[in-house]
């Protein structure tokens, strides 16, 4: 890593875990893994309130997501759900959107690349190997996947995605950082840009609060908060890289 540190960092809810990469990683953003938490929520919450537990994590302001969070717990809590709904509200800024966003997270909510490498290594392991057999089988795997890594990295520095939205200095821009598969998520999320339509503007001290709502769905809307401090600070860096 050349001595840089992660920008994010995704881990399940191991309290060590958590406690070593505040201590090394000081400043770095840190989320919970959202399977875990999905795991965490079917063996310690009745079935019918999980839905009403995945709007909390997906609530994107801080002051909604108190109040939501308080009222369910109100609704829900009982003697077997009340000490983890009491652990999970003293971790909730390493798994509630609303106290995520300043990570850099590019869509990511859980620690799947992880998952996926240890399926790969895992793949036709039996317990009739011996030692070196499985030595060798894991070296086999490695090869493989550093081969698929070094044909990616051939197509990712040989060709440039084409513009397609009609933001084409930020596709550009875009396309000059991120790597194609990433390239292609932000390339689709601006895509979906052009069919938000503001209802209303407001200002609140330094921020410029939006109500949006989709063209063709303006009965259900949206509440964004935009930091023109933060957006200069992206400019800045869009800019350098460019």
């Known amino acids: 890593m050349c001595q ?26 840190h989320r919970i893994c959202s399977f875990h938490i999905e795991k965490n929520m079917e063996m310690h919450l009745p079935n019918k309130s999980l ?11 801080e002051q909604v997501f108190e109040v939501r969070w308080h009222a369910f717990y109100r609704k829900w809590q009982s003697p077997k759900t009340r000490i983890w709904m009491k652990r999970m509200y003293n971790k909730r800024k390493l798994w ?66 084409v513009p397609i939205t009609n933001f084409r200095e930020l596709e550009v821009a875009a396309a000059k950082i991120f790597s194609p598969p990433v390239f292609y998520i932000i390339q689709g999320e601006l895509s979906k840009i052009g069919g938000i339509e ?13 109500i949006v709502a989709w063209r063709n769905h303006v009965r259900t ?12 600070i992206i400019r800045n860096v869009l800019q350098q890289e460019g």
Not at 4 to 29: C, R, Y
Not at 126 to 147: F, K, P, Q, W
Request: glycine share 6%.
């Open 96 to 161: 509630a959107a609303a106290y995520l966003s300043e990570g850099f997270w590019l869509g990511m909510k859980s620690n799947q690349r992880n998952e996926s490498l240890n399926s790969c290594l895992h793949l036709h392991l039996d317990g009739e190997m011996t030692i070196v057999d499985m030595i060798m089988h894991y070296d086999n795997a490695i090869v493989r996947l550093r081969e698929n890594e070094a044909h990616d990295d051939c197509t990712a520095s040989q060709t440039t995605p």
């Open 4 to 29: 840089q540190k992660p920008k994010a960092v995704i881990t399940d809810a191991d309290a060590a875990m958590i406690g070593a990469i505040g201590e090394v990683f000081s400043g770095v953003s």
């Open 198 to 210: 503001i209802l209303e503007k407001m200002q609140a001290g330094d921020s410029n609060i939006f």
């Open 51 to 61: 839905n009403e537990f995945r709007t909390l994590y997906y609530t994107t302001s």
């Open 221 to 232: 809307s949206f509440y964004v908060e935009y930091r023109p401090k933060e957006a200069e």
